[in-house]
């Protein structure tokens, strides 16, 4: 489980790219450590908040659904996917 005081500086140096030039998220700018900090302890309160990374790849995620052309970054339309992990 991530501990947000010595996690969140890598979690916001792994997603950064991914969040400013990908379309990984709608986020066009990447949230401050200090932000991702945050938001890991509000997300603790009710649940764990997991993340696993090796060699670029994203681990321990399954996709459960795609949602077609519904996210729209870099002038133009994405596809969205659900992922899950089970615990």
Do not use: N
């Not at 979690?11 to 990447?30: F, Q």
């Not at 401050?32 to 938001?39: K, L, M, Y």
């Not at 764990?48 to 399954?62: K, R, S």
């Amino acid at each position: 489980m991530a501990v947000p005081s010595s996690d969140a500086a890598q979690c916001a140096a792994i997603s950064a790219p991914h969040l400013r030039d990908g379309v990984a998220s709608v986020e066009l700018e990447p949230p401050s450590v200090a932000e991702i900090e945050q938001r890991m302890r509000d997300y603790a309160a009710s649940r764990a908040w997991l993340f696993a990374e090796l060699d670029d790849d994203v681990l321990g995620m399954t996709q459960v659904r795609v949602y077609r052309e519904v996210g729209y970054k870099h002038g133009r339309w994405h596809d969205v996917g659900w992922w899950q992990r089970l615990l």
